[in-house]
Every structure is written in structure tokens, then in C-alpha cells.
């Protein structure tokens, strides 16, 4: 496989349809057929699901695609930075969803200090930057526990508490402006949305207290359960740091639970950390 062939099908998944990838693709539609039949011949596996007008794509194109997305965009950037290899210098670095509010002024006052540095951010999971990092796709990544840290060097840049929210405008004491926190007791008493991999830390928590927790959603983005919260359908829980973007429309308390918390942690590689120049000189700022 090559990266001619990655590009034929990221074009053909984006058009919908085999004919229209070959007219943008400037060539006719047998050459570019026998092509992916020849990519799923290689890959042992059907990636496409034709059909008289348009594609589908299997569980395993799906997978392809998503990887060969991240390739080609590695393939451009590369070819990027070589061309302006002497002129500047550029930083690879993965950020998750809910560290942004808290690490950008430090990456302001690195921008300051270095003005060449030009930036590769790639906005992700956990997950998803923990394979970036171990393909050395970027140099480094903000990451939030919990997660398994492996080989990875972390420093803690921050540790925060989770605070539930609920909409202002609910039926409840607890959404007055006099209540300054929420116990779990009370806590139990809502249907609640959160973030997927705090859900276990969740349920370990109540369960110690022999409480049930009511689970309403299970998300992939914090943001997810704000929306949640702020439509009336469930108390949102979350780190502390992003409270901020709603803050007008719902009611933020801290929860009285010392083992509901998370930490950011700044994680790179020990090869990292040898051969960049750049890692190390951001290293300093943290």
C-alpha cells in the first residue's frame, strides 16, 4: 500500500461514490476500482460496501479510514517542515478537549519566548493521543487521568476536583444560590451525564458510600454533558476547569467526595526528551 492509494480512497469516502472520487481525481473509474480492489486484496478485507450510486464502508474501512486520515496529514506536515527545514521550527503537540482552559497561557508564554515555533496541535482523546504519542506522530501531549501512563515520562501540571452542574433555572435548593457544594447523597438523588472514562471512578466512589448512581449518559466529550445539564436532562459531572464555558447558565457546585479528582499531566517519551530540542526547551515552562 502506498500513499497514492490512501489518498484514491480518503477521496472516494469523502465523495460518496467511486465515480465522482475518479472525476476529481482526473482519471477514469476502472483504473481507480482495480486500485482499491487491489488495496483490499492486500489488506485481506472488503473496505467498501457498493452500492448502484454510492459507497459504504465496513466496520473495517471505517478503522482504515480514520488511520489513513492521520497518515496523510503526517505525510503533508512532514513535507511542510522539511521545505522550511532552517527557517522554522515546529512543535507537535496533542491536547485533549478538557485541558485546553488550563494550559494555554503557558503555551503563550513559550510562543513568546520562541516567535519561530510554529505549532502542530492535534485535539483528541486521551486515547487517541496515547497512540500519537507511541507512533511518534507528535512530540508531546496534555493528557487527564485517569489513564495508564506505560512507558510514558508525566509531569502533573495541575490536579483538580469534579464538580457537578445543573441548570439554574431547576425546581431545587440545591440550584439556589445558597447551596455551596453537593454530597454524594444528594448526588445520587439525579440522573447524571459524564464523560466515559470517568465512569468507573465515578461508580468506585458511590459505591464505597453504599450509594447507587444513577447514570443518564455515557459521553465522549465533557461538552456532551453540559449540553445535558443545560437542557434539564441530567446533572453534568466534570473537572473544575470547564466550568467556565457555561457558567452563565447553570449552577456549578464542588462535590463533597475527596477521590473525585483528576489530574492533567504534561506526558512524553524518553527518546523524546533526548533527541527534541524543542520538548526540552518547553520542558522549562512546565
Same mark, same amino acid.
Given at each position: 500500500?502506498?500513499?497514492?492509494?490512501?489518498?484514491?480512497?480518503?477521496?472516494?469516502?469523502?465523495?460518496?461514490?467511486?465515480?465522482?472520487?475518479?472525476?476529481?481525481?482526473?482519471?477514469?473509474?476502472?483504473?481507480?476500482?482495480?486500485?482499491?480492489?487491489?488495496?483490499?486484496?492486500?489488506?485481506?478485507?472488503?473496505?467498501?460496501?457498493?452500492?448502484?450510486?454510492?459507497?459504504?464502508?465496513?466496520?473495517?474501512?471505517?478503522?482504515?479510514?480514520?488511520?489513513?486520515?492521520?497518515?496523510?496529514?503526517?505525510?503533508?506536515?512532514?513535507?511542510?517542515?522539511?521545505?522550511?527545514?532552517?527557517?522554522?521550527?515546529?512543535?507537535?503537540?496533542?491536547?485533549?478537549?478538557?485541558?485546553?482552559?488550563?494550559?494555554?497561557?503557558?503555551?503563550?508564554?513559550?510562543?513568546?519566548?520562541?516567535?519561530?515555533?510554529?505549532?502542530?496541535?492535534?485535539?483528541?482523546?486521551?486515547?487517541?493521543?496515547?497512540?500519537?504519542?507511541?507512533?511518534?506522530?507528535?512530540?508531546?501531549?496534555?493528557?487527564?487521568?485517569?489513564?495508564?501512563?506505560?512507558?510514558?515520562?508525566?509531569?502533573?501540571?495541575?490536579?483538580?476536583?469534579?464538580?457537578?452542574?445543573?441548570?439554574?433555572?431547576?425546581?431545587?435548593?440545591?440550584?439556589?444560590? $445558597? @447551596?455551596? &457544594?453537593?454530597?454524594?447523597?444528594? /448526588?445520587?438523588? *439525579?440522573?447524571?451525564?459524564?464523560? !466515559?472514562?470517568?465512569?468507573? =471512578?465515578?461508580?468506585?466512589?458511590?459505591?464505597?458510600?453504599?450509594?447507587?448512581?444513577?447514570?443518564?449518559?455515557?459521553?465522549?466529550?465533557?461538552?456532551?454533558?453540559?449540553?445535558?445539564?443545560?437542557?434539564?436532562?441530567?446533572?453534568?459531572?466534570?473537572?473544575?476547569?470547564?466550568?467556565?464555558?457555561?457558567?452563565?447558565?447553570?449552577?456549578?457546585?464542588?462535590? $463533597? @467526595?475527596? &477521590?473525585?479528582?483528576?489530574?492533567? /499531566?504534561?506526558? *512524553?517519551?524518553?527518546?523524546?526528551? !533526548?533527541?527534541?530540542?524543542? =520538548?526540552?526547551?518547553?520542558?522549562?515552562?512546565?
Amino acid at each position: 500500500m502506498d500513499l497514492k492509494q490512501m489518498e484514491y480512497f480518503k477521496t472516494i469516502v469523502d465523495t460518496g461514490s467511486i465515480n465522482q472520487a475518479a472525476k476529481l481525481l482526473h482519471m477514469s473509474q476502472p483504473p481507480l476500482s482495480m486500485s482499491m480492489k487491489k488495496l483490499e486484496e492486500e489488506l485481506g478485507t472488503s473496505l467498501f460496501t457498493r452500492g448502484t450510486k454510492h459507497v459504504t464502508l465496513t466496520d473495517a474501512g471505517t478503522i482504515f479510514y480514520q488511520r489513513i486520515c492521520r497518515i496523510l496529514e503526517l505525510a503533508e506536515n512532514t513535507a511542510v517542515e522539511v521545505s522550511k527545514a532552517g527557517l522554522q521550527k515546529t512543535f507537535s503537540l496533542g491536547l485533549t478537549p478538557s485541558t485546553i482552559p488550563v494550559v494555554l497561557n503557558m503555551l503563550a508564554r513559550f510562543s513568546d519566548a520562541n516567535p519561530d515555533v510554529r505549532f502542530q496541535i492535534y485535539d483528541g482523546s486521551t486515547f487517541e493521543l496515547q497512540h500519537l504519542l507511541d507512533t511518534k506522530v507528535i512530540d508531546a501531549a496534555f493528557l487527564r487521568t485517569p489513564f495508564a501512563s506505560g512507558d510514558f515520562k508525566t509531569i502533573e501540571i495541575k490536579k483538580e476536583p469534579m464538580v457537578c452542574a445543573i441548570p439554574k433555572t431547576q425546581d431545587s435548593s440545591i440550584s439556589s444560590s $445558597k @447551596a455551596v &457544594s453537593m454530597s454524594l447523597e444528594q /448526588l445520587s438523588k *439525579y440522573p447524571i451525564s459524564t464523560y !466515559r472514562r470517568y465512569q468507573k =471512578l465515578l461508580n468506585d466512589t458511590f459505591t464505597e458510600q453504599g450509594l447507587e448512581l444513577n447514570i443518564f449518559s455515557i459521553c465522549d466529550d465533557t461538552r456532551t454533558s453540559l449540553l445535558w445539564a443545560k437542557n434539564g436532562k441530567a446533572v453534568a459531572v466534570f473537572p473544575k476547569s470547564l466550568s467556565l464555558e457555561f457558567s452563565n447558565e447553570l449552577t456549578v457546585l464542588p462535590i $463533597k @467526595a475527596k &477521590s473525585l479528582e483528576t489530574s492533567i /499531566l504534561f506526558a *512524553y517519551t524518553s527518546e523524546a526528551q !533526548r533527541s527534541n530540542e524543542l =520538548l526540552k526547551d518547553f520542558l522549562k515552562y512546565i
